[in-house]
């Protein structure tokens, strides 16, 4: 009766549920029966998440249009002033894309550095002047979670309340292609509070 063992370690496979990565389940031995190597129950899984931010990456520096305009309203003054962003160089390294160029909000432009994150869509943007325009002082960032359009001010100094940068891309008009056609022009969205 050799086969009477063989029929209990396969049983004892089937009735196994499947192992995750190195985890294998503890499983009690049959008399007579012998004992089935843990190797046989791990399944190799391949990698869950298939997004590929480098690739992302790429094609924002490729495809991003470069010149951006909106406003930017701060939390301390009732009107919102002019902003107009013009890059002039767009890279990708790695999973995130590198910003150069200037920004002129209220009319003073400022030479501006910023990264933008291919997978969650963070971005850090530092205007590098001594003058940046709207009372801001040098040393704060606009800081936002959904690309260039809405971003924050976080100013260096705790007296300052900041602000919100809402950018649109300004696309060429003329041009019957989707990705060139004229920006949809709309009130900045309000922040809502949490409370």
Do not use: C
Not at 46 to 66: C, K, Q, S, W, Y
Not at 154 to 172: E, F, I, S, V, Y
């Amino acid at each position: 009766m050799p086969a009477a063992p063989l029929l209990l370690a396969s049983a004892l496979v089937a009735a196994t549920p499947l192992a995750s990565d190195a985890f294998v389940p503890y499983s009690q031995s049959v008399e007579g029966a012998q004992p089935i190597p843990a190797k046989a129950q791990v399944i190799e899984m391949g990698p869950v998440e298939t997004f590929d931010p480098v690739a992302r990456a790429e094609v924002i520096a490729r495809e991003l249009p470069r010149r951006w305009s909106g406003s930017y309203q701060s939390f301390a003054a009732p009107n919102a002033v002019p902003v107009a962003l013009n890059l002039t160089a767009v890279r990708s390294m790695g999973a995130m894309v590198d910003l150069r160029g200037e920004i002129t909000i209220a009319g003073v432009v400022s030479p501006v550095q910023g990264n933008l994150n291919a997978e969650s869509d963070q971005l850090d943007l530092i205007p590098l002047g001594e003058r940046i325009g709207a009372d801001l002082q040098a040393g704060g960032t606009f800081q936002g979670l959904q690309g260039l359009e809405l971003s924050g001010w976080n100013a260096n100094r705790l007296t300052d309340q900041g602000g919100r940068l809402a950018l649109r891309p300004d696309r060429p008009h003329g041009s019957d292609s989707p990705a060139a056609a004229p920006a949809r022009r709309s009130e900045p969205r309000s922040i809502r509070g949490l409370w």
